[in-house]
């Protein structure tokens, strides 16, 4: 086995490299100032179009990040660019919040602070504090935490409200997207609340912000996870009436290991060993969405019994990272084979390999799903952490 996890590394190595080399020579946007809004499926960047607040968040992330492991002096620029081009434009210094979207002349489009959109950027502006110990950077990063709490955190029924109109008002349509139904609290939000706030925690000791973190594990392990099931719970009204959804294969193998990662960073002994028994019960029922290729699938409707049979690139990303955590909980080489498999999936059907990055997935019979390689939700997060995330924990 460590001869195939140094392999391993080393392949992933090579694709962080990749990665962060397709956002560098095809998003940023000479003409307009920071990065292309959307790139097709066929390599078009699409004039005009508008700018996402969180793909430039995620790409501050990546760089920011990637950077720590690259030492690539070009990313660490790439970074500063786009924490510039955040905290000039989409940061909305007048109330405090984040505009989910600009116009190509850097004009806000979308006003709406969409509470994932703002743990985004604390999540992307915390890394870029690692890099540049610049101040603002972190300033920024705390006022966002400070609004959320303000604004979004529900004191009495706990967990956060999804979304709100440009000066923190109640507004009617708070879905991420269109699939999303119209509640008012999301695991996938309230998933990227604690990740954002775990990271800023790092490098921000303040105990307030622990404390936060500490409820927000608790809340989620309360009314996000079903302990039975293993799979996660996805909508909820304010008064934590569920809404029954879609089982998420790649939310809850995400979920697996970042929230183990967070209660990791919080220092609760007694939360670390809940998440660690969570972190292996997800995995091993997300095993139920494993193709035989090595891919997992997207979603399964259990009402209607039926499968998304598609393979997003971001479900597989997240997948690399959630089984090998479960090998590491366990040492049980079957997550460790479930690994290897997905990445030669990943390497087969799901990589570029003409023009780099990854495709946005395949179908069934493996065409491809015709989708933005860049776009509001096409980034270089999941797929670069994934690399990251490996590198860090192969011990070879």
């Known amino acids: 086995m460590s001869t195939k996890l140094k392999q391993l590394k080393t392949e992933l190595s090579a694709e962080l490299d990749s990665i962060l080399d397709y956002w560098s020579k095809n998003t940023i946007d000479a003409k307009n100032g920071g990065f292309i809004g959307q790139i097709d499926t066929n390599e078009n960047a699409i004039e005009n179009a508008e700018k996402g607040s969180v793909l430039n968040a995620r790409i501050l992330w990546s760089f920011s990040s990637g950077y720590q492991i690259t030492k690539n002096k070009e990313h660490k620029e790439i970074a500063k660019r786009a924490f510039e081009f955040l905290s000039q434009y989409f940061y909305d210094a007048e109330f405090g919040?984040?505009?989910w979207s600009i116009n190509v002349d850097k004009a806000p489009k979308d006003t709406k602070n969409q509470i994932y959109a703002l743990a985004f950027a604390i999540y992307g502006l915390s890394e870029y504090y690692v890099i540049s110990k610049d101040e603002k950077a972190l300033a920024i990063a705390i006022n966002l935490y400070l609004r959320i709490q303000k604004n979004s955190y529900d004191p009495v029924n706990k967990?956060?409200?999804e979304a709100f109109t440009r000066d923190w008002q109640p507004i009617e349509d708070l879905r991420l997207s269109d699939k999303d139904a119209n509640e008012k609290k999301t695991m996938n939000t309230h998933l990227h609340i604690v990740e954002a706030y775990a990271n800023l925690y790092k490098v921000w000791k303040d105990k307030t912000l622990q404390n936060d973190i500490i409820e927000l594990l608790?809340?989620?392990?309360?009314?996000?996870?079903?302990?039975?099931t293993g799979h996660l719970r996805l909508f909820f009204d304010e008064n934590w009436i569920e809404k029954p959804d879609v089982i998420s294969y790649g939310h809850d193998i995400e979920a697996a290991w970042l929230l183990l990662q967070c209660a990791e960073i919080s220092q609760d002994e007694n939360l670390i060993a809940k998440y660690k028994k969570h972190a292996i019960q997800m995995a091993e029922v997300t095993?139920?969405?494993?193709?035989?290729d090595g891919g997992l699938w997207y979603e399964f409707d259990p009402e209607k019994k039926e499968l998304i049979a598609e393979k997003h690139w971001w479900v597989q990303a997240e997948a690399l990272i959630g089984f090998y955590n479960a090998y590491q909980l366990t040492g049980n080489e079957s997550y460790l084979d479930i690994v290897l498999k997905n990445w030669n999936f990943i390497k087969t059907r799901i990589l570029d390999t003409k023009n780099g990055e990854w495709f946005w997935g395949v179908y069934r019979d493996y065409s491809l799903i015709e989708k933005d390689k860049v776009g509001f939700w096409k980034c270089p997060y999941h797929n670069s952490r994934a690399c990251l995330e490996l590198i860090n924990r192969i011990k070879t």
Do not use: A, P, R, S
């Open 97 to 99: 919040g984040l505009f």
């Open 159 to 161: 967990g956060y409200l």
């Open 287 to 292: 095993k139920e969405g494993l193709d035989t």
């Open 218 to 228: 608790q809340t989620i392990e309360k009314h996000f996870i079903n302990t039975k």
